[in-house]
């Protein structure tokens, strides 16, 4: 008994994972064999083409992280970062939190190395907020084309306005931390005050821990002074953003042609801004079973058939966002292996 509680005391968090990833697997079973069974029915080559597109998209996502985190000054490479990027992949998908829980597997990961956590933190957002402003651009040709062609819908313009104050809201606090950066700060802990008051009236705890206000701060301040410290290397991390979100949308466009389906360039930038919007605005991670969904309708409201929509969102989404998933969960172990090695 002894033994085995000392092995649950180690590898709780391990044993956690893999049965949040089993019952994902279950919950999603139908929708995984619904994918299997589209991805046989394709044109293998343009399948192929797909998945090299999202090999290469990954790469430049993983070197974004580089840039980013060299901007805070961490060093990092993109072969070490890429397994911790699919880990942080698996880990978002399976514990829900807004990011948070894939964000710590990039500070685990660069304490590990000898390197600042708290910089590697500051770092990942500003890949967050060059995610979300270079994906802008295609977001608004979406939404012009999808109102161009008077099918456009309220709650996806709705939603997209949503994306678009949250990513606006992000900027704001962080040129707040580089201006005002001690108003910034009593905001945040003011912030943590309320949302723990109202906490302990409904459930008697806490919801956030003590310190997550100057904690959350601290990440914005770091990430406005590297705004202004190296702006030409931020420039290149909104490049390289912008870079990886075209490579995406490529990407789309392959697996469309593996169905023989010639859609037009701005019908495939409506369905993939629309999955963008949805994969960030959702409570589920990864806008799982939503974005598909919605990529569906905004297919059929341009005219594509029934089935293809279905076949074309259902082997993007599987390439896209299943197979890294799964990738994920292998990666994970040798993350924490690697991680345990070096405490």
Known sequence: MDRLLEWLRRYWLALLLIIAFAVLIALS??????????????RWQWIAVAVILQGIYYVVYTYEYVLGFAAVGVQSRVLELLPVLFASIFVKAVIPSGGISSL????????????PGARAAEGSL??????LVAVIPLIIIGLVYLAAR???VDYQLLTSILFLVFTAVLIVI????????????????????????VARTVTHRPWLPVGWGGQQAAQFIGAAHSLTKHP???GYIFGTALAGH???????????????????????TAAFAMNIVFSVITILPHGLGVAESVMVLVFLSLGVALPVAIVITVAYRGLNVWLP???????????????????
């Open 246 to 268: 075209l490579i995406n949308l490529i990407s789309l466009a392959a697996v469309s042609l593996a169905y023989s389906s010639r859609l037009g360039a701005a019908t495939i």
């Open 232 to 234: 030409r290397l931020i």
């Open 104 to 115: 710590a597997v990039f500070i685990q990961d660069a304490s590990r190395r000898g390197q």
């Open 126 to 131: 500003l890949i967050l907020v060059a995610d």
């Open 325 to 343: 998933i799964v990738i994920g969960f292998f990666f994970l172990r040798q993350v924490t292996t690697h991680r345990r090695r070096h405490q």
């Open 174 to 197: 962080v040129l707040l931390g580089r201006w005002l950066p001690r108003q910034l700060q009593h905001g945040f802990i003011w912030t943590e005050r309320g949302i723990n008051w």
């Open 150 to 152: 008077h099918v456009l």
């Open 29 to 42: 079973y139908n929708e995984l064999q619904a994918i299997a069974r589209v991805l046989l029915r394709s």
